[in-house]
């Protein structure tokens, strides 16, 4: 194995240099920060963390607890946020995948006091309330994409009504006028927050809330199980409500609309237009007509939760991020 003596007498400089370089030490000069580069690359050098992390006062390592994220395409972009912000600033971002069994929390906290992490981020699946383990609460902590029960952390949060507002004011900008929302189960933060945006772009643009119609087509069940009714609900409204647009909960909802849609022998983004929330992975793309949607800001929500980190914050802040319009061709 390689060490920092044999890259340091390979590169003609002292073995502090070496040292100075592989710690990202801005006063190095340029001139021996490319000798000592050059011969990282040429002998294959690695540098030791394990040895370093002992070392060190700080251990220079964050954290991301996934609570189930990685079973949502999009939801990735929370990691790819953080790992950005983390890789600018010389940071470790360690990533722990955990259920909503306590054995599993309690493991990754466990791995994060043991690594020594300087801030964890916390994230879950879909924008919800959650409970913090006060084991967490050793650790400087911010949630993302969900907020504290007990409004005892910071928190970075994707902003519903504005999604809801903004969308439905693009369609009513476009000239649509008789609005169907086929939302999520009423229960959940985003389809509370969505509905109230949409009901506030109908009032700000002046328009009667009779010619907007909500009904949510994700409900749960006697056995706790969510079940849906799109397209059933989605052709009695278009039979019975004749909307001009149909705003979707999501965009695997979108699909399900598109079949009836397209079973009534209409044409979206002439005969009706189309829209929804979430920008999922390649859905919008692969719907013809490709499908306008807010995308959620899950990669702002990363970047902004690890910048709250490293910049040592400890105010406790409900922070709301926008969604942004992707506008494509269903309206």
Known sequence: MVTIKQVAAHAGVSFKTVSRVVNHDSTVKDVNREKVLKAIKELGY?????????RRKNSNIY?????????????FDIIRGAQEIAWKTNKELLILNVNDSQESIDRAIESLLEYRVEGVIYSAMYHRAVQVSDELKKIPTILANCFPVDNNLPCVVPDEVQAGEEIASALINKGYRRIAFL???EDIVAAKGR?????KAFKQHGLPLSDLLI???IVTHNDGVERSTSRESAARIIDN???????????????????????????????????????????PELLQPNLTTMALPHHEMGRWAMEYLIACRTDIVHQHLPFKLIKRDSF
């Open 63 to 75: 954290a991301i607890i996934a609570d189930e994220l990685l079973s949502v395409p999009y939801t």
């Open 195 to 199: 509905k109230e945006g949409v009901i």
């Open 183 to 185: 939302n999520l189960n």
């Open 241 to 283: 409500f004749k909307p001009d647009a149909i705003i979707c909960g999501q965009d695997p909802m979108a699909i399900e609309i598109y079949f009836v849609v397209h079973d009534k022998g209409m044409i979206i983004g002439e005969d009706i237009g189309i829209a929804s929330f979430d920008n999922w992975g390649s859905i």
């Open 46 to 54: 690695r540098p030791n963390r394990a040895a370093s992390l002992t």
């Open 215 to 217: 009904e949510s087509v």
